[in-house]
């Protein structure tokens, strides 16, 4: 697709942590989602997928014109390699489009038994040159996922010079590490990080002194001790020179984050490369767009490597937890337009009384107080207790399925 | 029944000396090669060789019949990248025995100005499988330099699988974690904290609130933050099982350690080595080696096996 300056437009790839998540990721508006399966995959506590489950969000995925990659991008051990060929053959057959991997070992099985997958070479591999990039090009990679140091120059370099497709983190958490270069929890709780056992140790708080036994940090209060914590990235506020950079697939972290999450980052993101290739001179960064990302956003955002090298103001010193703005209620199943009534699946409590807002891939709807609600058979209850309850409700206008209802705090 | 010969190949003893003066003493300890480099290329190094320091440890070396490998193993950028190839060239007139490598960028050079000298794979934590390593040896390497986290079993299996020379670290500190960004800077500036050296020397360690006795050494330097593990790896006791196991390296790091501690690890390996080599039926060890390493044992931290007992869970 060429926009109007004769930009590609980049694809938007979206983490989906289940079957569900999936659907709302492409629902919302992603190009292509990733996802996990039961082996190789670095979130071993996600909710990965099962090759039948792939085989359906594949199909889902058509239908919207998507792809759907899987991430195998473990550092393997010996005793992981068995069975590596048969998997692999198994995603090519399932319809996957691509592997996300960094291990070499997992590389060469692919390009022999399943050469029908594209092979994407993970940014575990930390990949900020041009010559590692060619490399890669040279070994038959398509695309290559660069390391969350690069620079938007370091980017703009590699593409200049190299002919392949470049993918980069735009939005989520981020490993302060080199992807792959941190073992703090194989060293503190046995589980291997390079394997999906990652415990986030780099959040942990640490007192720090120098020899001889001197605090060098501040020891007594909790939260001013020294830690290791990444502010997440958020790269919203600059489509345009991520697009000018020529990155062929902007990617969102985050396939443990919720459908609620995954949902608002890709609409902001989608909205917000839709506006500028409908029309370049015309853009604006729209308000809207970071208001739903902050609906979503559970830490403070930066721009990570993208401008300069994170300094002073770029990690977390502070309580992580920042007030939400709102709770991720329940999503629409079903709306009667003759009776105005929805149903609804409860994700988190709501009662009659608080306030609620109706969130679709075109945006808000509208907000609403919550009227009498009853359950699936038609009884009136006081309140929406139970997860995945089914509730029947009136809305003030039209809603549809997979609409979002989130619930306002006060 | 004695058994006077090992048909394994005897394992070299490698050191990483931080200067010339600590070169000769390792290699006359008994080191059969030595790491060195400089900081612009090489990772974590103990001390800095720029290129008439490395032509010069280069041949003390060899009069002593000690082969010399160049570290070049930084994770790079683009500018890092290109200047590798006239790096390597002039790395090359001094004819290595081997490139200590981490970044493809590496191999890409070296083919474009058609530089031949054998590559070892050093991939830090990354280097788990023998498949990965298979991969590398097709691209020059005949080494990997196993991650500090596989097991004595995954050694075995790896050296059984694949033809290429194995590198273990047996004895120092490993690097459990490595950030580009400063967050020891980082941290002290927000705090409006004095700054001061966040360099090796300094001597500052992290400790994590729930684990108190373990002191993580932490430094920062132009590759940004490390954090090296609490205690020391010491493998002396299973120097009979490394070389069974057909280990082709056993590296001392000596990084955050005097030369003096360095050299005695690299006189009781060399000894140990040496000695079961010579005779495995009826191999003892000299409680002196380890008494000698102990003796100059920073008392904050443990001796251990590392992970060459463990089973991880993921």
């Known amino acids: 697709m060429k926009g109007a300056v004769g930009m590609n437009k980049p694809e938007l790839l979206a983490p989906a942590g289940s079957l569900e998540k999936l659907k709302y990721a492409l629902h919302y508006g992603a190009d292509a989602v990733y996802i996990g399966g039961r082996q190789y995959g670095l979130r071993s506590n996600a909710d990965n997928f099962s090759v039948d489950e792939m085989r359906e969000g594949v199909r889902i995925a058509e239908t919207y014109g998507a792809k759907v990659y899987v991430t195998t991008n473990i550092f393997a051990h010996e005793e992981d390699l068995d069975g590596i060929a048969d998997y692999l053959r198994q995603?090519?057959?399932?319809?996957?489009?691509?592997?996300?991997?960094?291990?070499?070992?997992?590389?060469?099985?692919a390009r022999r038994e399943a050469p029908r997958l594209e092979v994407h070479l993970s940014t575990q591999q930390s990949t900020l040159n041009w010559l590692a990039v060619q490399f890669w090009k040279e070994e038959g990679l398509?695309?290559?996922v660069l390391?969350?140091?690069a620079s938007l120059a370091d980017i703009r370099f590699i593409k200049d010079k190299v002919d392949i497709e470049i993918e980069t983190f735009i939005h989520g958490a981020m490993c302060s590490s080199y992807s792959g270069r941190c073992v703090l929890s194989n060293h503190f709780t046995g589980r291997d990080s390079n394997r999906g056992g990652c415990v986030q140790s780099c959040r942990w708080r640490y007192d720090l002194y120098e020899r001889g036994g001197r605090a060098v940090g501040i020891l007594e209060r909790e939260e001013d001790k020294f830690t290791l914590g990444a502010k997440d990235l958020g790269m919203i506020e600059h489509i345009p020179e991520l697009v000018a950079a020529g990155i062929d697939s902007f990617k969102i972290e985050g396939r443990m984050r919720s459908l609620h999450y995954v949902a608002s980052v890709v609409y902001a993101y989608r909205k917000a490369i839709d506006a500028w290739f409908a029309d370049p001179g015309g853009y604006e960064l729209r308000g809207e767009w970071i208001g739903e990302l902050l609906k979503a956003a559970n830490r403070p955002l930066n721009t990570g490597f993208y401008f300069r090298e994170p300094g002073a103001d770029d990690h977390i010193y502070e309580p992580e937890d920042k007030?939400?703005?709102?709770?991720?209620?329940?999503v629409v199943l079903e709306y009667d337009e003759s009776t105005?009534?929805?149903?609804?699946?409860?994700?988190?409590?709501?009662?009659?009384?608080?306030?609620?807002e109706f969130f679709s891939p075109d945006g808000v709807r509208f907000r609403m107080t919550v009227p009498e609600l009853a359950d699936e058979s038609g009884r009136k209850i006081d309140a929406a207790r139970h997860p995945l309850q089914k509730i029947r409700m009136r809305t003030e206008s039209p809603v549809k399925p997979m609409d979002i209802m989130r619930k306002w705090l006060a | 029944m004695i058994t006077t010969r090992n048909d394994r190949k005897k394992p070299e003893i490698l050191a990483t000396p931080r200067s010339l003066d600590e070169l000769r003493r390792l290699v006359g300890a008994g080191a059969d090669a030595v790491a060195i480099g400089e900081h612009r290329f090489g990772l974590r190094l103990a001390g800095e060789f720029p290129m008439p320091a490395f032509r010069e440890a280069a041949g003390l070396a060899r009069e002593s019949g000690a082969r010399v490998y160049a570290v070049v193993n930084r994770i790079m950028d683009n500018e890092l990248a290109a200047e590798l190839p006239d790096y390597l060239h002039e790395l090359g007139k001094i004819k290595p025995d081997a490139i200590v490598f981490g970044d493809p960028a590496v191999v890409m050079a070296m083919r474009q100005i058609g530089l031949d000298i054998p590559l070892h794979w050093n991939g830090e934590m990354?280097?788990?499988?023998?498949?990965?390593?298979?991969?590398w040896g097709g691209k020059g390497a005949v080494r990997a330099v196993l991650a500090r986290e596989m097991n004595l079993e995954q050694i075995i299996a790896f050296r059984q699988s694949v033809g290429l020379e194995v590198e273990v670290q047996v004895h120092g500190a490993t690097v459990i974690y490595h950030s580009r960004r400063r967050l020891v800077?980082?941290?002290?500036?927000?705090?409006?904290?004095?700054r001061g050296d966040t360099g090796p020397s300094r001597g500052l360690y992290a400790v994590e609130q729930e684990r108190p006795d373990l002191f993580h050494p932490v430094f920062e330097d132009a590759d940004g933050t490390h954090i090296m593990s609490a205690d020391d790896i010491c493998l002396l006791d299973l120097v009979p099982d490394l070389v069974d196991a057909g280990v082709d390296s056993f590296r001392i790091e000596g990084l955050l350690k005097t030369p003096e501690y360095n050299e005695t690890a690299v006189r009781?390996?060399?000894?140990?080595?040496?000695?079961?080599?010579a005779s495995p039926g009826d191999y003892q060890p000299d409680p002196e080696w380890l008494a000698s390493i102990r003796r100059l044992q920073d008392p904050h931290r443990e001796l251990s096996y590392g992970f060459m007992f463990k089973e991880q869970i993921y």
């Open chain 2, 185 to 194: 800077e980082s941290y002290l500036q927000h705090h409006g904290l004095e």
């Open chain 1, 142 to 144: 398509p695309r290559v």
């Open chain 2, 126 to 135: 990354t280097v788990t499988n023998h498949a990965a390593a298979r991969f």
């Open chain 1, 340 to 356: 105005g009534e929805a149903l609804i699946e409860q994700r988190n409590h709501f009662k009659p009384g608080q306030t609620v």
């Open chain 1, 91 to 109: 995603l090519e057959d399932a319809g996957i489009a691509a592997i996300i991997t960094a291990d070499p070992a997992l590389i060469e099985v």
């Open chain 1, 323 to 330: 007030p939400m703005l709102v709770d991720f209620a329940g």
């Open chain 1, 147 to 149: 390391a969350r140091e």
């Open chain 2, 268 to 277: 009781a390996y060399r000894a140990a080595v040496d000695r079961y080599h």
